[in-house]
């Protein structure tokens, strides 16, 4: 709290001050009291004013300083009523309570949007449950009747149904995920049997090297994140994917390489973000842009990072990287 800001709001009890000793000199002078008595009067009166002033200005600066600084310290801004001390002025207490009112409703509005968040991600999940039920049984029925249209139209059904799902628990993931160590070639090869017809049907090659390790993830959530990354690779006409990990004794990278259309530069840095679809996604009608999204929002939450290398009518690479500690060491 600056001295001049202070000044500036007391002025008008400054002027006040001044004209209560305007009038008092009048009526001084009016009943003849002596210039000495009035000048003394006069001095106590302003020291006296002085010194209240100085009070209230160090006592204000002391809590509005405390105040600002808790503020500039706080990551979570809302736990500042929390760290604020009661005040000894008035006005001070009516801000604590001001502070402290408004915090209590807030909480009480994000629970309310937290209860009514948790039960729709409950009716999603449910839902997606009760309709992957019905979608089985037709692509049991298409594979039966032998009917490949119709089953990859099911499978592309399916696929997106999953990914609801996925999205739904991604900002719980922690809930549903047990990290212990995962070996990549087993994850990746049931990735790979559960699109076999689709890649088949697009003649489409995969290669692997040195998969024979383990990281420490999620094997189900590192299935679907192998899901995401195949699909992407047969929509945007890849006919060959090349998946290979590197160990060292920090982490092991995993590189997820195919030779697709590729990513325009311009569109490299936000290819993660929600939504995003890009110049290819607008070229692509079937594009999303919420399959590389979830995908980060699951490395994050696994403790994996991830980024993308790309030209443009050469290639896409996705890069995982699996840390590793003392702890848990896969090696």
Known sequence: MKLTDFIKGRIPAYLMIALAWVLMLIFLSAFHVQAQAAVMISVLLWLGAGIAEVWEYLRKKQFYDKLL??????????????MTGEPGFCEGKILCEVLRETDKSMCEQIGMHRRASAEFREY???????????????????????NAKYAEQLKRIDDYIESVLYYARSRNAEKDYLIKPVPLKRVFADTAIRNREELQQ??????????????????KWLGFIFGQLMNNSMKYGADEITVTAEDTHEATVLR???NGIGIPESDLPYIF????TGENGRTHSKSTGMGLYIIR???AKLGHSITAESVQGEYTEIVITFGKNDLFDVR
Not at 206 to 214: K, V
Not at 273 to 276: I, L, N, P, Q, V
Request: net charge negative; charged share 25%; with cysteine.
């Open 273 to 276: 973000e929600k939504s995003f």
């Open 297 to 299: 929002q699951l490395c």
């Open 124 to 146: 999603i999940e449910l839902w997606v449950h009760e309709i992957k039920l019905p979608v089985a049984s037709l692509q049991l029925m298409c594979h039966n009747d032998g």
């Open 202 to 219: 697009r003649g489409i090659s995969l290669s692997t090297d040195n998969l024979d390790t383990e990281v420490m993830t999620d094997a």
């Open 256 to 258: 997820f390489r195919d």
């Open 69 to 82: 600084h808790s503020l500039n310290e706080l990551d979570q801004k809302y736990l500042l009523p929390e």
